[in-house]
């Protein structure tokens, strides 16, 4: 496999692949298998938008995946399995009982009325048989669309809904840390209102009490018995859906955003092995949850397609221990450690009396992802984790994105503290400033687009097209715009500044704030609400909701505690907000919509410049918000 080894062949792979992006591109893609090559690279327009990679082409990713690599490396381990709690046995699973694993649980499926282009909703702990689940779907055609397990029933009726899924995969529940949490019970609660799901496949795993509905519950444990390992993988066109996963948006319910099969493959794997420079037989470990897209990409995907060894972990940093990542280090000797920045700051904050008792000398490199790592915690990762010989992959990127696009190559780009620093080989970013007009040169600092297509970028959002312009493509004519503001400095490094839109990255998280006061506003008493972001030094923003309570209720403590277990139930803990101020009025323009800057600022704390608010339907109100701030 190509792999880019010094910094000058970056540039001149940068070169190249701006000069001829299908002659780039279509190297990378032979390096795998085709049912049937593709005939023509690439079809693009951002005005649609309407993007296709590798056209006629016809492939399974999970051939690319899994039967591929049998031969040379069918003994190796694919996936290790830590579970939450460390007493219990781990589990090591070579390609070849994953693959084996896979085509029975594919055969499961097609048992239950699964067929070519079906969604399929997973909602799972981090065992390896949501890795098998996901493969599954891929090998029977199936698009999957799996939902993180912290989002609670509202949240996953609305997925559920939106994506028309027929089958759901889950387990009777999940361990993590000292909890338990009862995913089949939200299932059931989310299925009473989303009539598509005919079959419900329930993975036994914490033994919990479970009601199973007759005729449409099974158990993974018995359907699996029923099966052969054996299982053609499905003929896949290169721009069918591969998936689909939600993400936040500014307004309204969560987007559907889709990823199509043969571009999604080719981009993981390329910047999986460029990003990390993963070498032969080195463990990998991302800690993201299979549920956002860092999991899809680098969890699964990424790491399968490069026949690499990949650590699934189902607890949290914190249990039994803050110590609890440095000692499955130490345990598996991980090479490659990828994680968020909030978990990097939560322990930093415990001191190192976590991090003491381990060696934590089998790591090569280093990478962090899903919101800007602040220099305190990039320094404190490097000097007592990495002990200074490990270079840190800062790596931006999006769901929409499908993979990293502006990241250092561990070792070989220069780093700098904050800085996701150059963009990977096919991609061209640009700053706007907010007219439109391209920033030129250096010492700039705009809004971040892209002005040519990328193999894993976004095809559509489901069913709704028009969301998609909507989102990313009708703000700048031609251009895709990431919601993300970004600074360019002296030496051409991208150092990304955070969101310009409605969304707030809380621990990583991308949560609209819509979809968050839409469950405050599921409490009785809360006639409305508004949500916005503030700095909060652990998670990177916190979440602050303003809400007005109808019934005039004394005791705001008691209903604080209602609405955090509101939007517990409906929407899930990731969810709670961090300060609750009850209010009489929100900020209001006479045509009624809330203006969000004064709130933001006033979350902040801070008073000055909050603006025009003559033109406020009741200036009289943002008096009063000031007041009872939260502090
Ligand atoms: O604001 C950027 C931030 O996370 C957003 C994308 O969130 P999501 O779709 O959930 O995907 C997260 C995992 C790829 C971006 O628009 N973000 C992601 N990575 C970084 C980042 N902000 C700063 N630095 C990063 N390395």
Known sequence: MNRITSFEQYLSEYKKSVENPEQFWSKQAEEFVWKKKWDKVLDWNFTEPNVKWFIGGKLNITENCLDRHLAERGNQTAIIWEPNNPNETGRKISYKELHSEVCRFANVLKNNGAKKGDRICIYMPMVPELAIAVLACARIGAIHSVVFGGFSFQSLADRIHDADCSIVITADGAFRGAKDIPLKSVIDEALQTCTSVKKVIVLKRTNTEIKMQNSRDVWW???????????????????????????????????????????????????????????????????????????????????????????????????????????????????????????????????????????????RVLGTVGEPINEVAWNWYNENIGKEKCPIVDTWWQTETGGIMISPLAGITKTKPSFATLPLPGIQPVLLDESGKELLGNNVEGRLCMKFPWPGMIRTTYKNHQRCFDSYFSHYHGYYFTGD????????????????????????????????????????????????????????????????????????????????????????????????????????????????????????????????????LDPNVVEEIKTGRIN
């Open 221 to 363: 444990q018995e359907e699996i018995k029923k099966v052969s390992a054996d299982f053609p993988a499905e003929e896949m066109d290169s721009e069918d859906m591969l998936f689909i996963l939600y993400t936040s948006g500014s307004t309204g319910k969560p987007k559907g955003v889709v990823h199509t099969t043969a571009g999604y493959m080719v981009y993981v794997d390329y910047t999986f092995r460029n990003v990390f420079q993963y070498n032969k037989r080195e463990v990998f470990w991302c800690t993201a949850d299979v549920g956002w897209i860092t999991g899809h990409s680098y969890l699964i995907y990424g790491p399968l397609l490069a026949g690499a060894t990949t650590l699934m972990f189902e607890g949290i940093p914190t249990f039994p221990d803050a110590g609890r990542f440095w000692q499955v280090i130490d345990k598996y000797k991980v090479n490659i450690f990828y994680t968020a920045p909030t978990a990097i700051r939560s322990l930093e904050a415990v001191g190192l009396d976590f991090v003491k008792p381990y060696k934590l000398d089998s790591l």
């Open 485 to 616: 503001g970004c600074k360019r400095d002296e030496n051409g490094y991208y150092r990304i500044t955070g969101r310009v839109d409605d969304v707030i990255k809380v621990s990583g998280h991308l949560l609209g704030t819509a979809e968050i006061e839409n469950a405050i506003n599921q409490h009785p008493d809360i006639v409305e609400s508004a949500v916005v972001g503030f700095p909060h030094e652990i998670k990177g923003w916190g979440i602050y909701a303003f809400a007005i309570d109808d019934h005039g209720r004394k005791d705001t403590d008691e209903l604080k505690k209602e609405i955090i277990a509101t939007v517990t139930k409906f929407m899930g803990a990731i969810a709670k907000p961090d300060k609750i101020q009850i209010v009489k009025g929100l900020p209001k323009t006479r045509s009624g919509k809330i203006m969000r800057r004064i709130l933001r600022k006033i979350a902040e704390g801070d008073f000055s410049n909050l603006g025009d608010i003559s033109t406020l």
